[in-house]
């Protein structure tokens, strides 16, 4: 990955947006993520998947959370000490099909000091999951841990 | 997957409770799993995990996600056309380690039968992941949409 500019606690302010890369669903990792952890047939196989409530190759929902992770990752969400999460709010408003071309906007939508630990803070972020028809697949609002500038130990 | 008994929204109460099998959270797939959907130190690689607010390798917390569907899936929930969410909360209080034997029990905490589709409803399920010493490291509460029995069509 590049180096590219790292934004910590001092840097963000609530508005602020990022866009990330982009991930391209491909239907043999769909079917190899479903093996592995979500062994559903609507995951799995066309003709099973046309029968269902899904109506065609639908994504595991945890595929494509794992996908937003990696853009988001990978320069999409470029935090000082990187991403991590203490939790949040999933959803998927529209399945994820083969070939479907996949960004994250993010937005930041609160930041909160931490009053225990004051080289730090929480943000919170909401990050929306296109495909290329614009429609929005996955929606995603974390809490995240973001270090101060001046407290680089 | 052997045919075990399959629970549709009749069969469905407020409290209900079940348990999964076990999942083994391997370092090897652990760092594969990081490398391609959460490539951050702390996630790949041991040293470097060490020195980060981990203190030692941590899972990523999709992986830990992904494996709690998994466990779902295989009759850790065992609803009727499977398990289809259309979101919901997730929390990781604790980090997942190599060598980590995890499970997740789960409990209805809503039904709601739907309006527009009486051969349906949405199911509210709480499910919390242990590890083997008792510790939560996953928590996810998800709408799931299960069918009636006397409507199969």
Redesign the interface.
Known sequence: ?KEAEQFYLDDLHVGQRFTSGSYVMEAARMKE?AA???????HLDEAAAEAS?FKGLAA????T???A??LL??GGLPFA?????????????KPTRPGDTLHVESEIVEITPSRSKPHQGIVTVRGTMFNQDGEVVY?LTAKL?VPKRMSQK
Not at 81 to 93: L, M, S, T
């Open positions: 990955m993520f592995e952890f979500d062994p559903q047939p609507f409530v595991s929902g945890w595929h959370a794992a996908a992770m990696r990752v990978t000490n990187g991403i991590v999460g203490f939790g949040g709010e999933i959803a998927w408003p929606l841990l």
